[in-house]
């Protein structure tokens, strides 16, 4: 049995043309929403990257300020270190007053002394020769003017202190250097020498007084009865100014 299809041909066509159309129209609703949520995406993602790039350009800013900062904080240390360092080699590391004050301490009455020297020597030329020497790098001396004086040494030195003057007696410059070395200033304390010498004296005498003088109460004459001479230790002593520690 054969099937007789009624329908026009034109009208068959016109279905099928019909749904291609409603299928085109519904690829082509999809490739726009596809669109519209690509592009939404999109927008988003650029937004996102433009705030970060925004942050990033105020960050740098920023960080710029900071290395610049960084870089005046820098070169001020740098210039603080090398004054520190200059300071560091020119300060002699001595107080001075506080050295002659433990020296008047240590000299009773029955010592007068004479000058009171100190000579720095670096540590470099104390190894090298073993010894500081005949001629001191420099010296401070009471009645010097700073002017005389020669250029201070830099760098790490130690201060030699010298000592002469004259005592009573032989005993009163043993007892010194029996205090010397038992201070808490000086160290590896040296007799240089100890000798007797006589030193010119002059004796006056009172001459009697006159009644009359004492009743007008007027001071007595001297009259001179000659001159004798006076023995004395003469000594020098050198020793180190403990300040210092070897290693």
């Given at each position: ?31 726009f ?12 993602s ?17 960080l ?48 007068v ?17 073993g ?19 020669k ?29 010397l ?34 009743a ?24 180190y ?7």
């Amino acid at each position: 049995m054969k099937d007789i299809d009624f329908l026009p041909e034109w009208y068959k066509t016109g279905r099928r043309r019909q749904a291609a159309i409603r299928t085109q129209w519904a690829a082509l609703a999809g490739i726009f929403a596809v669109m519209i949520v690509w592009d939404f995406a999109a927008g988003r993602s650029i937004s996102t990257a433009e705030g970060q790039v925004s942050a990033m350009a105020r960050r740098q800013v920023e960080l710029a300020g900071a290395a610049k900062k960084f870089n005046e904080l820098r070169a001020e240390m740098k210039s603080l270190q090398d004054k520190a360092r200059a300071m560091d080699q020119i300060d002699s590391r001595i107080d001075v007053a506080s050295v002659l004050g433990e020296l008047s301490y240590l000299v009773d009455a029955r010592i007068v002394l004479r000058k009171v020297e100190l000579m720095s020597e670096k540590f470099a030329e104390v190894q090298q020769t073993g010894s500081a020497g005949n001629r001191p790098v420099m010296v401070r001396a009471a009645g010097v003017k700073p002017n005389d004086q020669k250029a201070a040494p830099v760098g790490a030195v130690r201060f030699k202190i010298v000592v002469s003057g004259v005592a009573a007696d032989s005993s009163d410059v043993a007892t010194l250097i029996r205090k010397l070395e038992d201070s808490a200033y000086f160290f590896q304390v040296v007799p240089g020498f100890s000798r007797y010498i006589d030193l010119p004296g002059h004796v006056l005498d009172g001459e009697p007084q006159a009644a009359g003088h004492q009743a007008r109460n007027e001071p007595a004459k001297a009259v001179d009865r000659g001159s004798k001479s006076i023995r004395v230790a003469d000594f020098e002593i050198s020793c180190y100014l403990a300040n210092y520690r070897e290693q």
